[in-house]
């Protein structure tokens, strides 16, 4: 048994690993946290986490570079329904499609689309960069991931696109900037969250260690 | 809603904190990582290191800071000075770097700051710009610690960084670093007001005012101050205390 974390040439894992061996010794939970591009690894883990910064795209192309590594997902999480947890860019592939520079094809796990940031007002600056209150949905309030979590509390974000979700009762948190931004998306053993829980302090710690205790 | 975020700066040469105050409840006050987790539970938003060690012998000590402060402290973390190199920038983002911040070979190559948003995304490039006032609403980059004129405009560079990708800038008022007079006001605001991307205000803080005027007058984004943390003048509290009774949204650790 053991945590992935996926690394798949999108950015640096070193500070999620971190979070999640920090989280992991403040729960107790005692299996190994692996950052591999090894989908039989991916496939031997419980918990399964993808990471991502930069464009969507990118990221989808480097997801379908790894041989395989789409399939055992779809395998793991889909059918075998094991815990899965997308960081940032990582939530955004869970989506149906991403429209940032191109269109590209999402994991299609979370019906919705992820598009650019267009607030209201012009003089908020995009990429939505900092410390944001997060504001839980119905979903959310009752999610085990989400746990100790209350609203105002405050996540790390730093994106320019953000995920339209299909069904209200996919999403989990959202949080304020011009309009209603995307914060947290998930369903059965699934969860995505559009800030860094890794860069949270607490709040991101707490959730975390939620996710590795999670039985869903 | 977003706040305004309050970035202590630790000067690291050689691997060790340059001048700082010696807490009470540091173990060793010139041990940068020491430093980062006082601020980081004194509720620091984010965290910047500025390297500015000389010898090239001595150049991956910052690599070691940087992976230890990222095993304790879990908020970004912005590393400055002598990011010259896409390699440069792939060491630092491997030991645990959120964000590099690009100076001197913004201003000799525009293209590298294009070329490193390309590589690594604009999330994580941050392009500091030090500059004066020359003029009336005139304002020129400066190099060197603010010795070197280079005859560019700071604000067709702001903007120019901002096309090549650059995803944050942060602004150093040159004329007034080290005053602790206050921010370029007039410097800060014509920048803020002609990118779209956040803004960090830098250089002159002294007083808890010249906080509140950062974000209220010159539309920062966040703050950043080195020397007032350093000496322990005021405490990261304090500055949230005195921005929140101004009307600024900030986080209350």
Same mark, same amino acid.
């Given at each position: 048994?053991?945590?992935?974390?996926?690394?798949?040439?999108?950015?640096?894992?070193?500070?999620?690993?971190?979070?999640?061996?920090?989280?992991?010794?403040?729960?107790?939970?005692?299996?190994?946290?692996?950052?591999?591009?090894?989908?039989?690894?991916?496939?031997?883990?419980?918990?399964?986490?993808?990471?991502?910064?930069?464009?969507?795209?990118?990221?989808?192309?480097?997801?379908?570079?790894?041989?395989?590594?789409?399939?055992?997902?779809?395998?793991?999480?889909?059918?075998?329904?094991?815990?899965?947890?997308?960081?940032?860019? =990582?939530?955004?592939?869970?989506?149906?499609?991403?429209?940032?520079?191109?269109?590209?094809?999402?994991?299609?796990?979370?019906?919705?689309?992820?598009?650019?940031?267009?607030?209201?007002?012009?003089?908020?600056?995009?990429?939505?960069?900092?410390?944001?209150?997060?504001?839980?949905?119905?979903?959310?309030?009752?999610?085990?991931?989400?746990?100790?979590?209350?609203?105002?509390?405050?996540?790390?974000?730093?994106?320019?696109?953000?995920?339209?979700?299909?069904?209200?009762?996919?999403?989990?948190?959202?949080?304020?900037?011009?309009?209603?931004?995307?914060?947290?998306?998930?369903?059965?053993?699934?969860?995505?969250?559009?800030?860094?829980?890794?860069?949270?302090?607490?709040?991101?710690?707490?959730?975390? =260690?939620?996710?590795?205790?999670?039985?869903? | 809603?977003?706040?305004?975020?309050?970035?202590?700066?630790?000067?690291?040469?050689?691997?060790?904190?340059?001048?700082?105050?010696?807490?009470?409840?540091?173990?060793?006050?010139?041990?940068?990582?020491?430093?980062?987790?006082?601020?980081?539970?004194?509720?620091?938003?984010?965290?910047?290191?500025?390297?500015?060690?000389?010898?090239?012998? $001595?150049?991956?000590?910052?690599?070691?800071?940087?992976?230890?402060?990222?095993?304790?402290?879990?908020?970004?973390?912005?590393?400055?000075?002598?990011?010259?190199?896409?390699?440069?920038?792939?060491?630092?983002?491997?030991?645990?770097?959120?964000?590099?911040?690009? $100076?001197?070979?913004?201003?000799?190559?525009?293209?590298?700051?294009?070329?490193?948003?390309?590589?690594?995304?604009?999330?994580?490039?941050?392009?500091?710009?030090?500059?004066?006032?020359?003029?009336?609403?005139?304002?020129?980059?400066?190099?060197?610690?603010?010795?070197?004129?280079?005859?560019?405009?700071?604000?067709?560079?702001?903007?120019?960084?901002?096309?090549?990708?650059?995803?944050?800038?942060?602004?150093?008022?040159?004329?007034?670093?080290?005053?602790?007079?206050?921010?370029?006001?007039?410097?800060?605001?014509?920048?803020?007001?002609?990118?779209?991307?956040?803004?960090?205000?830098? =250089?002159?803080?002294?007083?808890?005012?010249?906080?509140?005027?950062?974000?209220?007058?010159?539309?920062?984004?966040?703050?950043?101050?080195?020397?007032?943390?350093?000496?322990?003048?005021?405490?990261?509290?304090?500055?949230?205390?005195?921005?929140?009774?101004?009307?600024?949204?900030?986080?209350?650790?």
């Amino acid at each position: 048994m053991s945590v992935a974390i996926i690394d798949y040439g999108s950015g640096n894992l070193r500070s999620a690993a971190k979070a999640f061996e920090r989280a992991a010794r403040e729960t107790g939970f005692s299996d190994p946290i692996l950052v591999t591009d090894d989908p039989e690894k991916v496939r031997n883990a419980s918990h399964i986490v993808l990471p991502g910064v930069g464009a969507y795209a990118d990221c989808r192309a480097g997801l379908d570079a790894v041989i395989g590594m789409v399939e055992v997902l779809n395998e793991q999480v889909i059918a075998r329904g094991k815990p899965f947890f997308g960081i940032c860019v =990582g939530m955004q592939l869970m989506s149906t499609v991403g429209r940032e520079f191109v269109e590209s094809p999402g994991l299609d796990w979370i019906s919705g689309e992820v598009v650019a940031i267009e607030p209201n007002d012009p003089t908020l600056k995009i990429p939505h960069m900092g410390w944001n209150e997060l504001v839980l949905d119905p979903a959310g309030k009752s999610h085990p991931v989400l746990s100790g979590i209350s609203d105002g509390d405050h996540a790390y974000f730093v994106h320019s696109y953000h995920m339209h979700v299909t069904n209200p009762n996919e999403r989990l948190a959202s949080v304020s900037y011009g309009a209603e931004i995307t914060a947290m998306i998930g369903r059965d053993n699934m969860v995505g969250t559009q800030f860094h829980p890794e860069k949270s302090q607490k709040t991101g710690l707490t959730i975390i =260690g939620n996710f590795l205790g999670w039985k869903p | 809603m977003l706040k305004t975020r309050v970035i202590p700066c630790l000067d690291v040469k050689d691997g060790r904190v340059v001048k700082g105050v010696n807490f009470v409840d540091l173990v060793d006050a010139g041990d940068p990582v020491e430093q980062a987790r006082i601020y980081d539970a004194e509720g620091a938003d984010e965290l910047c290191f500025l390297d500015i060690t000389a010898s090239s012998d $001595n150049r991956d000590t910052i690599f070691d800071v940087v992976a230890r402060t990222a095993e304790a402290c879990f908020m970004p973390v912005t590393v400055g000075g002598g990011v010259r190199t896409l390699e440069d920038i792939r060491k630092l983002l491997l030991a645990g770097a959120d964000k590099v911040s690009i $100076n001197t070979a913004a201003v000799k190559n525009p293209d590298f700051v294009r070329e490193a948003a390309r590589k690594f995304g604009s999330q994580c490039i941050v392009v500091s710009i030090d500059a004066k006032s020359v003029g009336p609403d005139k304002f020129e980059i400066f190099t060197h610690g603010g010795r070197e004129p280079t005859g560019i405009d700071a604000v067709s560079f702001a903007k120019q960084m901002v096309e090549y990708g650059a995803g944050e800038l942060l602004v150093t008022s040159m004329d007034r670093d080290g005053t602790q007079s206050g921010f370029n006001i007039p410097l800060t605001k014509t920048i803020a007001d002609s990118v779209h991307v956040p803004v960090i205000a830098s =250089g002159g803080v002294g007083t808890l005012d010249h906080m509140v005027e950062g974000v209220r007058d010159a539309h920062a984004s966040a703050v950043l101050a080195a020397s007032i943390f350093h000496f322990g003048t005021y405490r990261i509290r304090e500055v949230k205390d005195h921005m929140k009774a101004a009307g600024i949204p900030v986080r209350e650790a």
